[in-house]
Nanobody
Framework: QVQLVESGGGLVQAGGSLRLSCAAS????????MGWFRQAPGKERDFVAA????????YYADSVRGRFTISRDNAKNTVYLQMSSLKPEDTAVYYC????????????????????WGQGTQVTVSS
């Protein structure tokens, strides 16, 4: 059974930084891309960033490119989201997820292409 556990959320002032972590188990970690999504109250769950199984390729939503960095440590079965220059509009519950296809050639932002999800971690950015 695949399990994903996020951590690292919290309250931060605008302009600050946070690093989210997602620990994975139950699947051959290096075979699957991983993604981060976020959901603000009353809104849909939106794509934030994705990283390939090797960590060599990344993909970002326009809204976070240049401010957020996704990475992974395959020895620890963990994916990270380093968030900098945070804005109040970044406030949301952040979820990590695993790509449903192993060794996908092109990273995807489609929510339906991710099959296992963590429980989420709250990030609140105050102005």
């Amino acid at each position: 059974q695949v399990q994903l556990v996020e951590s690292g959320g919290g309250l931060v002032q605008a302009g600050g930084s946070l690093r989210l972590s997602c620990a994975a188990s139950g699947r051959t970690f290096t075979s699957y891309a991983m993604g981060w999504f976020r959901q603000a109250p009353g809104k849909e769950r939106d794509f934030v960033a994705a990283v390939s199984g090797s960590g060599g390729s990344t993909y970002y939503a326009d809204s976070v490119r240049g401010r957020f960095t996704i990475s992974r440590d395959n020895a620890k079965n963990t994916v990270y989201l380093q968030m900098s220059s945070l804005k109040p509009e970044d406030t949301a519950v952040y979820y990590c997820a695993t790509d449903r296809r192993p060794s996908r050639w092109a990273l995807t932002s489609s929510r339906t292409e991710y099959d296992f999800w963590g429980q989420g971690t709250q990030v609140t950015v105050s102005s």
